[in-house]
């Protein structure tokens, strides 16, 4: 039996060296395994185990070494604030301006008085009111003023914006946003710090408030004066004797 007898079933054979043994025909080629003569009924029954190579274990590895978990696609993680020391100055005179620049020109409407001529006929009263009345000196210094409060509430909210970076304030609320309205940089400067400060950084915005409802009160005051002024100034109607 040769090593070409691949039909031959599996099993011990004389060894085909000749020498006085068996010898374990695999069904393909001969094995290195022997066994005596006199034991080879014993040996028919029995199949050799063949070794079977060992190999190392693999370690599972649920994530790369040094590699930070990356977040799933679409997710974006910004970094935690880190909270700020107890007692850090998180109020400076630069958000103060910010929160009182939008009022300034409020100081001035009590000047500010515009004019309309009303005369009176045998028909009643006829207004000839000049469209120019109200484009006194005092209009064009509130508009002026309004307009340089704007642009110094930008300035001082960049910074207001830079002294919270030097304090140690993370991604403070940008100062550009002060030019849609100083209000929202408030707002969100204070949202902020509140973060960072816990406690604290709410200030502004009742400062705002209450800077608010005064603007209100001054201004519902300026209106019933000038209304009441305007109704004193009409001649009175000449009905004839």
Same mark, same amino acid.
């Given at each position: 039996?040769?090593?070409?007898?691949?039909?031959?079933?599996?099993?011990?054979?004389?060894?085909?060296?000749?020498?006085?043994?068996?010898?374990?025909?695999?069904?393909?080629?001969?094995?290195?395994?022997?066994?005596?003569?006199?034991?080879?009924?014993?040996?028919?029954?029995?199949?050799?185990?063949?070794?079977?190579?060992?190999?190392?274990?693999?370690?599972?590895?649920?994530?790369?070494?040094?590699?930070?978990?990356?977040?799933?696609?679409?997710?974006?993680?910004?970094?935690? #604030?880190?909270?700020?020391?107890? @007692?850090?100055?998180?109020?400076? !005179?630069? =958000?103060? +301006?910010? &929160?009182?620049?939008?009022? /300034?020109?409020?100081?001035?409407?009590?000047?500010?008085?515009?004019?309309?001529?009303?005369?009176?006929?045998?028909?009643?009263?006829?207004?000839?009111?000049?469209?120019?009345?109200?484009?006194?000196?005092?209009?064009?210094?509130?508009?002026?003023?309004?307009?340089?409060?704007?642009?110094?509430?930008?300035?001082?909210?960049?910074?207001?914006?830079?002294?919270?970076?030097?304090?140690?304030?993370?991604?403070?609320?940008?100062?550009?946003?002060?030019?849609?309205?100083?209000?929202?940089?408030?707002?969100?400067?204070?949202?902020?710090?509140? #973060?960072?400060?816990?406690?604290? @950084?709410?200030?502004?915005?009742? !400062?705002? =408030?209450? +800077?608010? &409802?005064?603007?209100?009160? /001054?201004?519902?005051?300026?209106?019933?004066?000038?209304?009441?002024?305007?109704?004193?100034?009409?001649?009175?109607?000449?009905?004839?004797?």
């Amino acid at each position: 039996m040769t090593n070409t007898d691949a039909h031959v079933p599996a099993g011990w054979y004389p060894d085909p060296s000749g020498a006085q043994q068996l010898r374990w025909w695999d069904g393909t080629q001969w094995t290195a395994h022997f066994a005596p003569l006199a034991g080879a009924a014993q040996a028919q029954q029995q199949q050799p185990v063949q070794p079977q190579p060992v190999y190392a274990q693999q370690p599972a590895y649920t994530q790369q070494p040094g590699y930070a978990q990356q977040p799933a696609y679409g997710q974006t993680y910004a970094p935690v #604030r880190p909270r700020l020391a107890d @007692g850090a100055r998180i109020y400076n !005179v630069y =958000i103060w +301006l910010v &929160v009182a620049l939008p009022f /300034v020109s409020l100081v001035l409407l009590p000047f500010y008085q515009p004019h309309f001529d009303v005369v009176a006929t045998e028909h009643g009263y006829t207004s000839y009111g000049n469209p120019f009345g109200m484009f006194g000196p005092m209009y064009f210094a509130i508009v002026g003023i309004g307009f340089l409060a704007y642009a110094l509430s930008v300035v001082f909210s960049w910074l207001d914006y830079r002294e919270l970076e030097r304090i140690g304030v993370v991604r403070p609320f940008h100062w550009a946003w002060t030019f849609l309205s100083a209000l929202v940089y408030v707002i969100g400067r204070s949202v902020i710090v509140r #973060r960072v400060a816990p406690g604290r @950084g709410l200030a502004p915005i009742w !400062v705002t =408030i209450g +800077l608010y &409802v005064l603007s209100l009160i /001054v201004t519902i005051a300026w209106t019933v004066s000038f209304v009441s002024t305007m109704v004193h100034d009409l001649p009175m109607r000449n009905l004839g004797a």
